[in-house]
């Protein structure tokens, strides 16, 4: 997969729900290693040592693993990492607590209590999409800082400014589109010259 094809999760997400008595606890965690997805795993069966399963699943950099934990082959950590795998996630590892509660749901129903409970967590992370951020140097005469500054405002972020025989501004935007309407705002007396790209984590959305 390219950036442009995955999404992960900006923090750690709980969420819980019961079938037929049993009570599913899934654990959203965003990672950047394999090691770190292992010891997420460690530390959330230390914290239920006395639940029936820890099943899990996780895309960390091209690489996917999931572990059934005692349920039927394929009926817990596949699901979950068919979830992972629909919605694009990379990064991430989800852990689904089972305390079973007397009932038995069949290879049929666990496969879609795993599921849910791997969407249901999706659904309430804030997601981070990978962004193209557009890197720019502005130079421009002091007349016109506040012209500037107020434009800015609505299509990027000021990251320097320096102020010399002009002012010289540092400027990330996510769209570049408009960024020559500044050349009207000063009358085409202002520097426009684009260093670069760059590839940033943007949030704010649920998965919902």
């Known amino acids: 997969m390219t950036y442009k094809e995955t999404i992960t999760i900006k923090d750690e997400v709980v969420t ?12 959203l965690m965003p990672v950047e290693t394999e090691d770190e997805a292992k010891d997420y795993l460690k ?6 040592p006395k639940a029936t399963h820890h099943c899990s699943a996780y ?28 919605n694009r996630m990379e990064g991430v590892i989800a852990v689904v607590v089972r305390y079973f509660g007397g009932t038995e749901l069949g290879v049929g129903g666990l496969i879609r209590a795993y599921g ?16 193209i951020i557009y890197i720019y140097v ?17 299509i990027g972020t000021v990251e320097n400014r ?10 990330y935007l996510q769209d570049e589109s408009t960024i020559k309407e500044l050349e009207d705002i000063t009358r085409g007396t ?6 670069g790209e ?7 959305n649920h998965g919902n």
């Open 116 to 131: 849910s409970s791997v969407t249901l967590g999706i659904q309430e992370a804030e997601i981070l999409r990978p962004q």
């Open 198 to 204: 760059r590839i940033e984590l943007v949030g704010g």
């Open 59 to 86: 895309i960390v950099k091209g690489i996917e693993r999931s572990n059934d934990d005692g349920e039927p082959a394929s009926s817990a950590g596949l699901p979950m990492l068919e979830v992972l795998r629909g």
């Open 190 to 195: 202002i520097i426009i010259n684009k260093e």
């Open 162 to 171: 320096e102020y010399t025989d002009r002012a010289e501004y540092t400027v």
């Open 43 to 48: 530390l959330v069966k230390k914290m239920h």
């Open 16 to 27: 819980q729900q019961e079938i037929k008595k049993s009570k599913f606890i899934t654990y």
């Open 138 to 154: 502005l130079k421009f005469d002091y007349q016109y800082t506040n012209d500037v500054e107020n434009f800015l405002a609505s």
